[in-house]
Every structure is written in structure tokens, then in C-alpha cells.
């Protein structure tokens, strides 16, 4: 759960980066491209839940 009423004013535009994959996953020159980021546009509002996938780094960035 977020809690980002203590910001005051926010953008509700963001973007959200996630690694995830299995834990053994890596990336080789034979294949470099098996674990790679992917964005996209998310919404966000004061307070918010965000279930999180398994083995997974997710960055949230809230636009000014």
C-alpha cells in the first residue's frame, strides 16, 4: 500500500519500470535479452495498492 498524502499536490501521470523473472533467470552473451526492464504509463492517486509479481524490482516514477 502507498500512502502519498503527505506530498500534498500530486500528478497522477507516472511511469512504472519492472525486472521480474524467474530467480535463476540471467542474461548471457548467447542471451543477453532474457531479463530486461519493461515501462509503461501508470495512474497513481494519493493513496494506492500495487500488488507486486514475484523475484520482481518495480520503480514507480511520479511525474512533477
Known amino acids: 500500500h502507498a500512502d502519498l ?3 500534498g499536490r500530486i500528478n497522477r501521470k507516472a511511469s512504472r519500470t519492472i ?9 548471457t552473451f548467447a542471451t543477453p ?8 504509463d501508470f495512474t497513481v492517486a494519493k493513496s494506492f495498492t ?3 509479481p514475484p523475484y520482481s ?4 516514477r511520479i511525474k512533477k
Do not use: K, Q, R, W
Open 5 to 7: 498524502s503527505g506530498f
Open 19 to 27: 525486472l521480474t523473472g524467474s530467480p535463476l533467470a540471467e542474461d
Open 33 to 40: 535479452l532474457n531479463v530486461v526492464p519493461e515501462t509503461a
Open 50 to 52: 500495487y500488488e507486486l
Open 57 to 60: 524490482l518495480v520503480v514507480i
